[in-house]
């Protein structure tokens, strides 16, 4: 069993930033990728940024490049989300994930085992 928590959501004015944090605990040694997803209102869950926990490589959707950053400190089993330059549609409810094998497209949400409960970012204009 793996346990995800996330934190650091809020509401920010377009051009703002915030960081996502998410705290993983439980069988860690386990996991071998940790994503970030998100959900509007009405729309499907979508991959935004993944990390491989081993090699560090990291995947981005496009709509965030550039702006987003995914990172870990696997000292403190911690995901982090570094969101700059907020778009109002990057509102949404953000999630952490975490899969344990091989994942041939890494945003997609159907190859994921554990989910957070989610934070909520809302970005005004």
């Known amino acids: 069993q793996v346990q995800l928590v996330e934190s650091g959501g809020g509401s920010v004015q377009a051009g703002g930033s915030l960081r996502l944090s998410c705290a993983v605990s439980?069988?860690?040694?386990?996991?071998?990728?940790l994503s970030w997803f998100r959900q509007a209102p009405g729309k499907e869950r979508e991959g935004v940024a993944s990390i491989h926990r081993i090699s560090g490589v990291t995947v981005y959707a496009d709509s965030v490049k550039g702006r987003f950053t995914i990172s870990q400190d696997n000292a403190r089993n911690t995901l982090y989300l570094q969101m700059n330059n907020l778009k109002p549609e990057d509102t949404a409810m953000y999630y952490c994930?975490?899969?344990?094998?091989?994942?041939?497209?890494?945003?997609?949400?159907?190859?994921?085992?554990?989910w957070g409960q989610g934070t909520q970012v809302t970005v005004s204009s």
């Open positions: 439980g069988a860690t040694a386990s996991i071998r990728r």
């Open positions: 994930a975490s899969a344990q094998g091989y994942l041939a497209n890494p945003l997609l949400p159907g190859e994921y085992n554990y």
